[in-house]
């Protein structure tokens, strides 16, 4: 039975349901997060390896958690808190029926995307997968961690994509332990339709080799270019700040997302992977935008005055605003900076259902950091520049209209 079914919200966890909010912007979000159902994994796998399967047990407590090789991963919700009161936020929802369905549930979520008019999404996994495929690719059995993969692309293709092909960008992952295989699944994806790759943002901490090992790396960036496939590399993917001693993890860690998002790019441009593909497309998931100026500004000085960089036939941060994609919950205070980055270079997430989501309110969120930029300009940073990228169609009227 699917532990995932009938679920009923709590109406002493969850909020009225809220009505659909005024559309003031034709949003695509470049950063949602999706919650696997118990049923992900099931009949996808080949059958020597489908009773090895990850799947939901009932801890002593009445929690539902993922089981898989022996190991137990904990809090199946991942901060999957839309929707719910705020005092009953500081603990995760440990069953799904805690959880909204529109983080579980494909229709669910589209209803939900249309209370924020939001048009179209980019969903990562969560848990199970650790965001970008790591408990699969780290996996003791090999063979497994390459079917969990498979299984894990058909599943988010068939259930989650496909009965909704306008309003969901299709994102995969890769079993990056194998290089070829890692390859192998980009094109496999790509030739029915997925956009993008879940990748992490700094490898050699998840115990992967390093972006210089080009041995290792050069058959999936080569994958990601040839087939237009956009590299995402989300926050939190390679682990999360090293915290001192008696710190409050979840603040400073919180606090600090955009620290490693500027730390993972700066890896990347230095890797000369980018500079190496001009076609490479980068998107660098929940980071925010308030370090990528001075990023940009760093490299443009360090070749001036210092003359690192200076054996590349193209400067550093060049191939950043080449190469590079941006995007912001809002940003109220640095989105003066978008002239330096490149209007063309930012894109909107809603984070749905993170605690950072600024669903149902997301139009009214963009209306107050925003509404003073020109029309043309928020067209671009609500949706077009997110449609380019993606390759994903925008609906007839694109809103807001004007110059």
């Known amino acids: 039975m699917d532990v995932t079914a009938g679920a009923q919200l709590d109406p002493e966890l969850f909020l009225p349901e809220p009505e659909p909010r ?7 979000s470049v950063d949602d997060h999706l919650v696997e159902p118990a049923h992900t994994f099931e009949g996808r796998l080949p059958t020597g390896l ?36 705020p005092e009953t936020v500081a603990y995760e929802p440990f069953r799904f029926e805690q959880m909204r369905p529109g983080c579980y549930d494909v229709d669910a979520r589209i209803a939900d995307m249309d209370v924020c008019g939001m048009w179209a999404s980019v969903n990562f996994p969560s848990m199970i997968t650790g965001f970008c495929g790591r408990v699969f690719f780290a996996a003791k059995e090999r063979e497994l961690g390459q079917a969990c993969v498979r299984a ?72 990601c270019a040839e087939t237009d496939t956009v590299a995402c590399l989300h926050v939190g993917s390679s682990g999360l700040y090293s915290y001192p001693d008696g710190a409050p993890r979840l603040q400073l860690g919180a606090t600090l997302f955009g620290q490693l998002s500027l730390s993972a790019c700066a890896e990347w441009v230095w890797s000369g992977h980018p500079l190496r593909h001009p076609d490479l497309k980068i998107a660098m998931s929940e980071g925010g935008i308030g370090w990528v100026a001075m990023l940009l500004d760093r490299l443009e000085n360090i ?51 993170h605690g950072d989501s600024t669903w149902p309110d997301t139009q009214e969120v963009l209306r107050r950091a925003w509404g003073h930029l020109p029309a043309k300009e928020l067209r671009a940073l609500c949706s077009e520049n997110a449609a380019r990228l993606f390759r994903h169609p925008l609906p007839q009227r694109v809103l807001p209209e004007g110059d």
């Open 22 to 28: 005024e559309v003031f912007y034709t949003v695509i």
């Open 50 to 85: 489908q009773d090895r399967a990850p799947r939901i047990v009932e801890t002593p407590e009445g929690h539902q958690v993922w089981e898989f090789e022996g190991d137990l991963f904990t809090q199946v919700g991942m901060n999957a808190v839309a929707g719910r009161r």
């Open 152 to 223: 894990w692309n058909d599943w988010f293709h068939e259930e989650w994509y496909e009965p909704h092909p306008e309003r969901i960008i299709p994102l995969g992952i890769a079993y990056l332990a194998d290089p070829q295989v890692a390859a192998e699944e980009i094109r496999r994806n790509a030739a029915r339709g997925f956009k993008a790759v879940s990748l992490p943002e700094r490898p050699h901490a998840i115990g992967l080799p390093s972006l210089w090992d080009r041995d290792h790396w050069d058959p999936i960036i080569e994958a």
């Open 303 to 353: 070749v001036d005055r210092s003359g690192y960089g200076l054996g590349w036939d193209m400067r550093p941060a060049d191939v950043m605003r080449r190469n590079f994609w941006f995007c912001t919950i809002d940003d109220p205070s640095t989105i003066d900076t978008r002239y330096a980055i490149g209007v063309d270079r930012i894109m909107v997430e809603v984070d749905y259902p």
